[in-house]
């Protein structure tokens, strides 16, 4: 069982920047992939980035691609850096663990979903 809790969230002006935190609890907690996912109002939840907790790798969806970076600490907090932030990452943000083995950016393969934090970006 997993328990992730993220915080961070907030309204921000286009180019600004925002740190998004997801704080995980558990059991064997470094066996999992954490990802970061959005979801904007009538669209479907997207993949982000997600980062093992085991060896650190990380993959990234093209949309944040050189904007954003995901990293993790030894308490097993996963944060996801973002930079230049336009309008179109209006979203509600949530991270989740990896539950299921396969396609890392497949939110179909993620469980223990945390209870979200809205971004806005907006002039």
């Known amino acids: 069982q997993v328990q992730l809790v993220e915080s961070g969230g907030g309204s921000v002006q286009p180019g600004g920047s925002l740190r998004l935190s997801c704080a995980a609890s558990?059991?064997?907690?470094?066996?999992?992939?954490i990802g970061w996912f959005r979801q904007a109002p009538g669209k479907e939840r997207e993949g982000v980035t997600c980062?093992?907790?085991?060896?650190?790798?990380t993959v990234y969806a093209s949309s944040g691609k050189g904007r954003f970076t995901i990293s993790r600490d030894v308490k097993s907090t996963v944060y996801l850096q973002m930079n230049s932030l336009k309008p179109e990452d209006t979203a509600v943000y949530y991270c989740?663990?990896?539950?299921?083995?396969?396609?890392?950016?497949?939110?179909?393969?993620?469980?223990?979903w945390g209870q979200g934090t809205q971004v806005t970006v907006s002039s």
């Open positions: 989740a663990a990896q539950i299921t083995a396969g396609d890392r950016s497949n939110r179909y393969n993620y469980g223990y």
């Open positions: 558990g059991d064997t907690l470094n066996s999992y992939t």
């Open positions: 980062i093992s907790l085991s060896d650190g790798s």
